[in-house]
């Protein structure tokens, strides 16, 4: 039987595209004038890398090679995702005075499962990884609880897999929905993320083999905080001292999302971190 270590890039790949296409409700109907001064200005800046760096026919055809393998391996999500995403998520948050937010990144799965506010994510019964209890509170900007809010977590596990997109993990391993309480708290379990590598054996991991670049993201929870007439805030959460908070290969730390967390006596660690929600 496969194991998670078995993970493919175009397995994961075209579980990334399946899942977005899934999400994706319908064709958008943007004005022509908007779509092509967008695409115009797109491929200027195409035009002028060519011009810039006076780009060989050998290597367009290179290029023109690899952007159609991005599509055959799946990769289309994680190569947005991980070089597009961080300034359309910068774009569309900068008026914002609650939380800071981050990308959703390729392997966000709607629906996890409900808990209570005080409980353990879903996981292994012989989970690996250092426990972490996460407590915090949802609030509004003007300072409000918001019982109910809904605190949806996912996250790699402790040998940076995550589960549905890497064979051999429960369905939803280290995913879940916690609600919170009258005072708008939540007390979630779960176990520390390890740094996490994007997968290398697909076309993503081509390009960062050609250019001499490094494949890792620093180790990150996922989170979505929503509340009824507020924002929904996409962030992810970091810890202190990993050695790719400063050059994450998808660009998405921000010193506002990394942790605090203490040890807390019995081999695991305690943390303390809430989240203000900007009204609509
Ligand atoms: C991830 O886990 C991730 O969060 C992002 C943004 C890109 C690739 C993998
Ligand atoms: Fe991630």
Not at 34 to 47: C, Q
Not at 230 to 243: C, I, K, R, S
């Amino acid at each position: 039987t496969r194991t998670e270590f078995d993970a493919k890039a175009a397995e994961s790949g075209a579980g990334a595209t399946a899942a977005f296409r899934n999400k994706q409700k319908g064709a958008l109907e943007v004005p022509a004038e908007r779509v092509s001064a967008m695409a115009r200005d797109a491929l200027e800046a195409i035009h002028e890398v060519i011009r810039k760096h006076q780009m060989t026919y050998e290597e367009y055809d290179a290029l023109k090679a690899w952007l159609i393998s991005i599509g055959e391996d799946g990769e289309w999500p994680l190569f947005l995702d991980v070089w597009v995403e961080h300034v359309v998520e910068d774009v569309n948050t900068s008026h914002r005075s609650g939380s800071k937010g981050s990308i959703e990144g390729p392997y966000y799965v709607p629906n996890s499962p409900e808990l209570p506010p005080d409980g353990a994510i879903p996981m292994r019964e012989d989970e690996p990884g250092t426990p972490l209890t996460w407590n915090g509170q949802v609030t509004s900007t003007d300072g409000t609880p918001l019982a109910g809010a809904t605190v949806e977590l996912w996250h790699a596990d402790s040998n940076g897999f995550y589960s549905q997109y890497a064979p051999g993990l429960p369905e939803w391993n280290l995913r879940g929905t916690f609600v919170t309480d009258e005072q708008g708290r939540f007390s979630i379990r779960t176990v520390q993320p390890a740094p996490y590598q994007i997968p290398t054996d697909g076309a993503c991991g081509k390009l960062i083999a050609a250019a001499g670049w490094h494949a890792w993201r620093p180790a990150h929870l996922h989170v979505k905080v929503s509340a009824p007439g507020h924002e929904l805030l996409t962030a992810q959460l970091y810890f202190p001292g990993d050695e790719h908070n400063d050059d994450d290969i998808a660009s998405a730390v921000k010193p506002e999302l990394i942790l605090d967390p203490q040890a807390d006596g019995r081999g695991g660690a305690t943390v303390d971190y809430g989240f203000v929600l900007d009204p609509v």
